[in-house]
Each structure stands twice: as C-alpha cells, then as structure tokens.
C-alpha cells in the first residue's frame, strides 16, 4: 500500500428533496488500500458509491480521484480513468460460458464501439480471458456455463468481469453477501492475487470478512462519517460500537 492519495471526498453531501442522506463526508483513500465500508441499512453507503461512480451528483463538496477533480465527470468518464464498481446483483449473462462472459468484457474494453468485428481483438481477449481464469483458480470452469456454478463461483465471476480492466479503484458492493467467511475471504484473495496495485473499497455486512481483510474501515451512520480507523481501533470505538457493532463489549470480541 502507498502513502499516495488516490481518492479524496472532501465535504461531500446529498439531499433528495428535504432528506438529507450524505452530510458533510470527508475520506481519503490512499492507492493499494483496501477500505472496509460499514453502517446500518440506510447509512448511505450505496449513495456514497454512487457519487463516486458518476450515477448521482452531490449538492455540495468535491471528488478529486487521481489528482483530478470528478466531482461532475460523467460515469464513463470515471470508468476510463480507472474507477470501476460491481453492484449487489450479479451482472453476469447465466447461459453464456464463464469463459465467454470474460470475454465479451475483455472485448468491449479492447475494441471501443467496435468490439464485436476483428479476429485481433478476438484473440487477444480470448488469450487475456484464460490468463486470467488460470490465475484466479478458475480454468476448469471455463467451457461450464455459469449458471452451472455454485453462488460463491458466479460472485467470482462477477469480480473477474470488473477486473478485466485491471481498474485503478474497485468498488465492491456486497460481493460476499450469501458467501461463507471463507469464500468471502477467498474471493478477495482472487482480487489482490490478480491485482494487487488495485484500491479496493468493500461494502460488506459480514464484518468478519471487512475486519480480517481490509486495511482500514470508514463507519456510516444517518449519513455522517462517524470514524475511519483500523479495523482493531474501529472495533474498541463507542461510536462505531453504538451504530453498528452493537453498544455491548461482547459484540466486537
């Protein structure tokens, strides 16, 4: 991990209509980190993706991603410069091979508007597209359509699809919902493993998998940024025990 500011929010807040839903949130995420992202159900988590992402723009506040102010860039404009999201639904096509939905991201990042015609830009996805299922452990799958794997591979696939343009930001929203500890953690093992400059910020419920994997963790709450600590400060912090962790001393062991 660097000590190079990738991402910065500074004083970023929404409202819609006269609910207030991001007040004020200030982060910086530095490159090669990977920041856990927690809060109770309508923290505001997603929203804050979503400014990130280019989807929604904030009242107030700025985003400067890579020395760059993005605050009113548009999404594929964000996604050019290397900031790429996954979302809490899995975007892969079921019926197609694992190998051909790599493949069609590969291709689509390769080739511009022209990414269905020439064998070029065919080939050098499909050699890109088994490198990488080789190194994420996911070769024998390649020709199985993926509506033939088990949840947690479909997850994999899922990320392996927003890696294909070895992005400089991923945004993870809920990838190990419905996984194991240990597929959560084998899951962004495949992330680091694959790209390990990449920043990584991870929303995730299962705070297991957020403290043993991430560097640091930022805790929402009622649209406040209420703490960004390590995982061990975060865990004795009243503030986040009060919010989300749970007030007892018993509930952050």
């Known amino acids: 991990m660097s000590d190079r500011p990738l991402?910065?929010?500074?004083?970023?807040?929404?409202?819609?209509?006269?609910?207030?839903?991001?007040?004020?949130?200030?982060?910086?995420?530095?490159?090669?980190?990977?920041?856990?992202?927690?809060?109770?159900?309508?923290?505001?988590?997603?929203?804050?993706?979503?400014?990130?992402?280019?989807?929604?723009?904030?009242?107030?506040?700025?985003?400067?991603?890579?020395?760059?102010?993005?605050?009113?860039?548009?999404?594929?404009?964000?996604?050019?410069?290397?900031?790429?999201?996954?979302?809490?639904?899995?975007?892969?096509?079921p019926d197609l091979t694992v190998l051909e939905n790599l493949g069609l991201a590969l291709r689509a990042g390769d080739g511009g508007y022209a990414w269905w015609g020439g064998s070029a830009v065919l080939t050098r996805a499909e050699v890109r597209a088994r490198d990488i299922l080789l190194r994420a452990g996911m070769y024998d799958r390649a020709r199985r359509p993926v509506a033939s794997l088990s949840y947690g591979e479909q997850r994999i696939v899922d990320v392996l699809i927003s890696l294909a343009t070895e992005p400089k930001l991923l945004l993870l929203d809920e990838p190990t919902a419905g996984l194991s500890k240990a597929e959560g953690e084998h899951l962004v093992a495949v992330i680091r493993a694959l790209c390990p400059e990449t920043s990584l910020i991870l929303v995730a419920h299962d705070l297991d998998i957020v403290f043993s994997v991430c560097d640091r963790v930022a805790v929402l709450d009622l649209g406040r940024m209420i703490a960004c600590d390590t995982p061990a400060a975060i865990r004795a912090h009243e503030g986040a025990q009060a919010a989300y962790l749970g007030k007892g001393k018993e509930a952050v062991q």
Not at 7 to 13: A, Q, Y
Not at 18 to 24: N, Y
Not at 52 to 80: K, W
Request: glycine share 14%; no cysteine; charged share 15%.
């Open 7 to 93: 991402l910065r929010i500074g004083n970023v807040g929404i409202a819609f209509g006269g609910l207030k839903v991001l007040s004020d949130v200030s982060l910086t995420l530095n490159a090669g980190e990977v920041l856990g992202l927690i809060g109770p159900n309508g923290a505001g988590k997603t929203t804050l993706f979503n400014i990130v992402t280019g989807f929604l723009r904030p009242s107030h506040g700025e985003v400067v991603f890579d020395g760059q102010d993005i605050t009113h860039a548009r999404t594929a404009q964000r996604v050019r410069m290397g900031i790429v999201r996954t979302f809490q639904k899995s975007m892969v096509f």
